[in-house]
């Protein structure tokens, strides 16, 4: 016997319930509160077969919790992906029960998934975390627009905040308003920099205790904040049947604009899932890029091409997509055979091209005198010398230091070789 369909539109306070029947006959159901009590009390109402949808808000997997047992299945849908309640010119809570009850009914409703208690915990605690660090920030910088209202300088250590930067800031000479701000925010940043430091702590305790977060430190640019992040937001790697699917996730893969027989146009990153995830994962890739290896490899080619930013964040399509790969199904992460035996230096440009299909069929000997270069060719071969020279060191004429007694070696940094040096005259 098929069962019923049931929308549960969920407010902080109370629950709005609409009722499909099998035949497609919608009603109302009773309002309740959103309670412990008075939900269980509703789940014993319903039957074996029911199925309940509801849209995803802060208490949506707890309510999932308690009726979960109780009924068939507990679809708990993206808010984005409900066009028809989002888009919606009347909208109240019980019309979005009932279009709720009606699109489980059709069975348009796609379940989002839902972590465990660890992986919930953790999420809690890293974006706490990221949230400490922010007020942080923004305490500090309180400190420095008081010295720029004051017309004080810049401070002279790279931590103005350290032991030595709060002795400079003692003794500077400020209005007695602006030296009470200067104290309140050094207080405030030491209860927050303890706050981070427990958090931290805890972090630590389960980095320890996770496989997959030691293996993912592996990785050059990941430490402890980066692999918990990850883990957090993607919680079970093995859901995901692809690395393009896990780019997608996190709202890495760049946007698609195609109709008709327009070719497509790929702009931005859709910028989906979680906000964090995205910013540790680009500070490691600035990281990682400063290491010898296939990712520093892979940078340098796609920056001389498309620009640091799109090196930075961009992915490889024939190599993967994604560094990390699942393993043995579930549980672990791995290193791509590729990647690990990858050269480190970039690939050329013209390596790989094939030769025009007139030049392989025609012998040497059948070809006809190449004509000389026209004024403009040659022009335009001298001007893209200059440019090819022009980014070259020239040695300086006389020595600047001495070391050991030979001069120094001069090393180009953004030259292709790392073979090209040149020595002082």
């Known amino acids: 016997m098929e069962g019923r369909s049931i929308g549960l539109n969920v407010h902080r306070d109370f629950c709005e319930i609409a009722i499909c029947e099998p035949d497609g006959r919608v009603r109302r159901g009773p309002r309740i509160a959103t309670r412990r009590a008075a939900l269980r ?17 802060g208490n949506a997997l707890q309510i999932a919790r308690i009726i979960r047992p109780y009924v068939k299945q507990v679809i708990v849908a993206n808010t984005r992906r409900l066009a028809a309640i989002a888009e919606a010119k009347n909208k109240t809570d019980r019309r979005d029960a009932r279009t709720l009850a009606q699109l489980l009914h059709a069975g348009l409703l796609e379940d989002c998934w839902q972590p465990d208690e660890t992986i919930r915990a953790l999420r809690r605690r890293t974006a706490r975390r990221a949230k400490l660090v922010r007020h942080r920030a923004r305490f500090k910088n309180e400190i420095l627009a008081v010295l720029h209202r004051n017309l004080k300088p810049r ?63 592996t990785v050059p640019g990941v430490g402890m904040i980066t692999a918990t992040v990850f883990l957090a937001a993607v919680g079970d ?47 490691a890739a600035l990281t990682a890029v400063r290491t010898p290896g296939p990712l520093k490899a892979f940078y340098e080619r796609t920056r001389g091409r498309r620009g ?48 025009p299909a007139q030049a392989r069929r025609a012998p040497a000997a059948a070809q006809p005198p190449a004509a000389p270069p026209s004024r403009a060719r040659h022009r335009r071969t001298r001007a893209s010398r200059l440019r090819t020279h022009r980014h070259r060191l020239a040695p300086p004429t006389t020595p600047t230091r001495q070391h050991d007694g030979g001069n120094l070696t001069f090393i180009r940094p953004l030259a292709t070789s790392l073979s090209a040096r040149f020595s002082s005259a």
């Open 41 to 57: 009390e509703l789940a014993e109402q319903l039957g074996p077969q029911d199925r309940v949808a509801m849209e995803a808000t």
């Open 237 to 283: 790697i093995g859901r995901f049947p692809d690395t393009r699917r896990l780019v997608g996730y996190l709202g890495l893969d760049p946007r698609v604009r195609q109709s008709g027989t327009r070719p497509a146009h790929t702009g931005r990153i859709s910028k989906e899932g979680a906000t964090e995830v995205r910013h540790v994962l680009v500070e």
């Open 155 to 217: 401070p002279p250590m790279a931590d103005a905040f350290g032991v030595a930067g709060r002795e400079w800031l003692a003794a500077l000479a400020l209005p007695v308003d602006e030296r009470d701000t200067v104290n309140a925010g050094l207080r405030q940043i030491d209860f927050l920099t303890e706050e981070i430091t427990t958090l931290e702590r805890d972090l630590a305790r389960y980095t320890l205790d996770s496989v997959e977060a030691k293996r993912l430190m």
């Open 308 to 355: 640091h930013q799109i090196a930075i964040v961009g992915h490889r399509p024939q190599d993967g997509d994604s560094v990390l790969a699942p393993a043995d199904h579930r549980t672990r992460l791995r290193l791509h055979d590729a990647d690990r035996n990858r050269q480190e230096a970039p690939r050329r440009r013209t390596q790989g091209r094939r030769r």
